[in-house]
């Protein structure tokens, strides 16, 4: 094998998210030009990219305005396109937000809506419901990033706090055809969980938002707790036929073609899935008890081969370091592996971005704990501080991308090779 494990992992990795790219997937999907206007509205991660893809096929036919997160703005002469704060949103994200809707409500019947939306639109597009401050909707939501919750239930609570999301741009359109093309970093492909869905009909009910909230002990101020308990808040659950959302990229996308590399390498390759949710030491454990039964010929696939998974393991935050839910896996795994020959592994979010650091992830070999022990870091000791950023930094082994451009969630490629 001519590359060596780590060149290997990375290669996988960055396969998946070139697959995802989105100004190679959104041209096959744009439509064409209306009778009236054509207003491009947008928000998200990948969200930059697909207004770039979009300026460049429609020229002086488009207008709008997108909005991405800091560093993820690609140049556009006609699309205006804006930055915001993320994953805790800034006021950016409120003028972003007022002036999309703004734009919105402009649109005609004969104009034609233009969708632009990712992952990571429910803080880039933050619109707080009247009689409710920007100040508390942010404690609300740095609240919901530490309490473990799955994405599902922080957009749920997002949705019934906005005057945007959960289908409300959608009814901002009014009788304009509306067309929202979609990147998915969501388990399952949820359109109406993926950024909120904000032309999508929702399901999810007030009584569901006040649910989260209590399971997670996160406390709101009274007019927060009287807007959730208005029937008026209610986000609406149909919308007219007029309003289409079509998936552009998925992380299915991103495995099939990381799939095919591993094919290429000459490897065999066990596909997990990119469902795997919850508590990211319980994922890491079930990704370790694989790993072990293979090793030990007690699997259908054998050694050498690449396990692949995805999906969005959480992480209950309670200490005060820098990293994410794919280095804390990295090195949960490493830990419940414990040395074990002749694996490696890659755990790495897809946007480039893990958690509040600058990496994407981390790599890890059977030596990682070992070599940190002789560097004076305590594993153990990260993990409890989620400081899991610098112990992998000090080693070497975080992934490091800068902007990806796309969202399709994490993606994680574990590679088996005989001692």
């Known amino acids: 094998m001519a590359q060596n494990p780590r060149q290997i992992l990375r290669h996988l990795f960055d396969t998946a998210v070139a697959a995802t790219d989105p100004r190679q997937v959104v041209p096959r999907f744009l439509p064409a030009r209306p009778k009236g206007k054509l207003i491009v509205l947008g928000a998200g991660k990948g969200s930059g990219a697909m207004a770039a893809a979009a300026d460049a096929y429609y020229g002086a036919s488009a207008s709008g305005l997108v909005v991405t997160r800091d560093g993820y703005k690609l140049p556009t002469a006609h699309i205006e396109v804006v930055e915001a704060a993320h994953p805790v949103p800034d006021v950016r994200s409120v003028e972003a937000a007022q002036r ?209 998974s995805g999906g969005e393991a959480t992480v209950r935050v309670t200490g005060t370091g820098t990293g994410g839910s794919n280095t804390q896996f990295a090195l949960e795994l490493a830990c419940a592996l414990e040395g074990l020959p002749g694996v490696y592994a890659i755990a790495c979010d897809s946007d480039g971005t893990d958690g509040n650091g600058d990496h994407a992830g981390a790599i890890i070999g059977p030596d990682t704990l070992a070599r940190a022990r002789s560097l004076g870091f305590d594993a153990a000791r990260a993990l409890t501080a989620n400081d899991t950023g610098p112990y992998f930094k000090a080693l070497g082994d975080l992934v490091v991308t800068g902007p990806t451009y796309t969202n399709v969630n994490d993606f994680r490629a574990i590679l088996l090779l005989e001692p």
């Not at 990712?118 to 009689?131: D, Q």
């Open 100 to 308: 999309i809707l703004q734009i919105a409500q402009t649109a005609t019947t004969d104009d034609l809506v233009l969708g632009l939306i990712s992952g990571g639109a429910s803080a880039l597009m933050c619109l707080p419901p009247e009689g409710i401050s920007f100040a508390e909707k942010q404690a609300i939501n740095a609240a919901l990033l530490k309490s473990g919750a799955e994405i599902e239930e922080m957009n749920c609570v997002r949705k019934h706090l906005s005057r945007i999301k959960g289908g409300r741009l959608a009814l901002a359109c009014g009788d304009a055809r509306v067309l929202s093309l979609i990147i998915s970093d969501v388990v399952g492909d949820d359109l109406s969980v993926i950024a909120s869905g904000p032309t999508v009909a929702d399901p999810s009910t007030l009584a569901q938002a006040r649910a989260v909230l209590q399971k997670y002990n996160i406390s709101v101020s009274a007019a927060v707790m009287a807007h959730l308990e208005s029937a008026a808040s209610e986000t609406p659950k149909v919308l007219g036929r007029h309003i289409e959302n079509i998936i552009v990229a998925r992380p299915r996308d991103a495995f099939e073609a990381a799939k095919r590399a591993v094919v290429a390498q000459g490897l065999a390759c066990l596909d997990l899935g990119d469902h795997h949710k919850g508590d990211v030491a319980e994922v890491a454990a079930h990704h370790a008890n694989v790993i072990r039964a293979i090793k030990a010929g007690a699997h259908a696939v054998k050694s050498p081969c690449v396990i692949l």
